[in-house]
């Protein structure tokens, strides 16, 4: 089975820096994701994770350790607009996501 | 250019009826994936076609529920004698390989109101 666990809810102020984790346990995927979607609509791409270490994409990153089963999002330089729920979906061809944590950037 | 669209949109049916939901993948594209998200909850898989061939249909979660992609192109999901535990949103996403290291692109999805 598979099972991902992602904090319910998170707050931040703009230009901060916050840190989305996940944890999971899988029998088998060959990559991680992380989706953004906002309120009402599709979720959107982020980031992919195949190997264990840090990828780096603009103001956002994604780490992971496949031997920990573990995965973290980091948001820098927060905008108004990253307020959103961000979905960490460990997956080979199917996805598996978790509930997603919903993310509110104050001013 | 275009991405994944799904109709309609919005869907309201009464308890019993048969509805059907289409998607129409970005070009080209070989993979395709239907998923269910009800309120507050992320994305859970229905199924996976990789051009015409259903590979995976392991998360339908009923007999009521079918999937085509004949022309391996459009997919129409299929839901027969709705239920009211239907009700969710409705997301399709095509993806450019048959492997899985590729972002999938979600459509915008279909609500599903049964009453």
């Known amino acids: 089975g598979q099972n991902i666990d992602q904090p319910t809810e998170m707050t931040a102020t703009e230009g901060a820096i916050v840190q989305i984790n996940c944890t999971y346990q899988?029998?088998?995927?060959?990559?991680l994701f992380w989706y953004q979607q906002h309120a009402g609509e599709a979720p959107t791409f982020l980031s992919y994770?195949?190997?264990?270490g840090l990828e780096e994409k603009g103001r956002f990153s994604s780490f992971l350790s496949r031997s920990k089963g573990y995965s973290y999002l980091l948001l820098k330089e927060l905008q108004m607009k990253d307020s959103a729920s961000y979905l960490c979906?460990?997956?080979?061809?199917?996805?598996?996501f978790g509930t997603g944590t919903r993310l509110l950037v104050s001013p | 250019g275009a991405g994944v669209s799904q109709s309609p949109r919005y869907k309201v049916a009464k308890r019993g009826q048969d509805v059907a939901l289409r998607c129409d993948p970005i070009?080209?594209?070989?993979?395709l994936f239907w998923y269910q998200q009800a309120l507050g909850q992320g994305p859970e898989f229905l199924t996976y076609?990789?051009?015409?061939?259903?590979?995976?249909k392991s998360g339908l979660p009923s007999d009521r529920f079918f999937a085509e992609r004949p022309e391996g192109s459009v997919s129409t999901l299929k839901i027969q004698r709705t239920q009211q535990e239907d009700s969710a949103v409705y997301l399709c996403?095509?993806?450019?390989?048959?492997?899985?290291?590729?972002?999938?692109?979600f459509g915008p999805g279909t609500r599903l109101t049964v009453l």
């Open positions: 899988t029998s088998g995927f060959n990559g």
């Open positions: 996403a095509s993806s450019p390989a048959a492997s899985g290291s590729n972002e999938q692109f």
């Open positions: 076609f990789q051009n015409e061939a259903q590979l995976d």
């Open positions: 994770n195949v190997l264990d």
């Open positions: 070009s080209g594209h070989v993979s």
């Open positions: 979906a460990p997956g080979f061809q199917k996805l598996v």
